[in-house]
């Protein structure tokens, strides 16, 4: 399974807040990143926290980090229809930085 | 800035057939991977170079999985011979390197049938 785990699926309302949840296992992570997948597209990255932070906001985007309980949080403010896509947590391991995904979250914008 | 190009978009073949894939990352970067995503998983890594050498491929398939980046540059994945469970989307990305952020392409489609 996957060392990284998000809820599968959310629904919400445009104009509401999105809130989407990630545990992952690595106490040792630098970095956790979220990234946002349309359909037929590669990944792109929305935004990443250090470790040693425990928020952050950018525009509609804010991320919380818990390190105590290895959970992070991704929220969108005023969710529109273009919100709509797959979005995966993942977090950087070891030296080499290299990335571990979580299987992603779709999210589904309703009118 | 050109972003990560990868050919060809879509490709369709049959079990024990072969088949490539190639990326171009972004001008610069020493650093380039290459991910397997099966439908409904994230991204898994399969090969991670540092300008032309191996830094890691420890889950590479190497009885059938093969890819080289000769001039540190483009690189090449390939499959021979091909699988049903083959069948993703393969993702190249690349990076300044280190902690530098990953830039993703738009992936190849592989469909063994």
């Known amino acids: 399974g996957e060392d990284v785990e998000q809820s599968l699926f959310l629904s919400v309302r445009e104009g509401d807040s999105s809130v989407i949840n990630c545990t992952y296992t690595?106490?040792?992570?630098?970095?956790l990143y979220w990234y946002k997948q349309e359909p037929g597209a590669g990944l792109q990255l929305l935004t990443y926290i250090f470790s040693n932070m425990d928020m952050k906001q950018d525009q509609r985007l804010t991320v919380l980090l818990n390190k105590k309980d290895k959970h992070l949080s991704l929220r969108i403010a005023d969710t529109q229809t273009g919100d709509s896509a797959i979005y995966f947590c993942?977090?950087?391991?070891?030296?080499?930085?290299?990335?571990?995904f979580g299987a992603g979250t779709t999210v589904t914008v309703r009118a | 800035e050109a972003g990560v190009a990868q050919s060809p978009r879509y490709k369709i073949i049959e079990k024990r057939q072969s088949v490539a894939f190639w990326c171009n990352p972004i001008?610069?970067?020493?650093?380039l991977y290459w991910y397997q995503q099966i439908l409904g998983q994230g991204p898994k890594l399969l090969i991670q170079?540092?300008?032309?050498?191996?830094?890691?491929d420890s889950q590479l398939p190497k009885d059938r999985f093969s890819a080289e980046r000769l001039k540190g540059v483009d690189s090449t994945l390939k499959i021979q011979p091909a699988k049903l469970e083959d069948s993703a989307v393969y993702l190249c990305?690349?990076?300044?390197?280190?902690?530098?952020?990953?830039?993703f392409g738009a992936g190849t489609r592989l469909s063994v049938l």
């Open positions: 990305a690349s990076s300044l390197g280190g902690k530098n952020i990953q830039y």
């Open positions: 993942a977090e950087s391991i070891g030296n080499d930085y290299k990335l571990s």
């Open positions: 001008s610069g970067h020493a650093t």
């Open positions: 690595d106490s040792s992570s630098t970095y």
């Open positions: 170079f540092q300008n032309n050498g191996v830094v890691d």
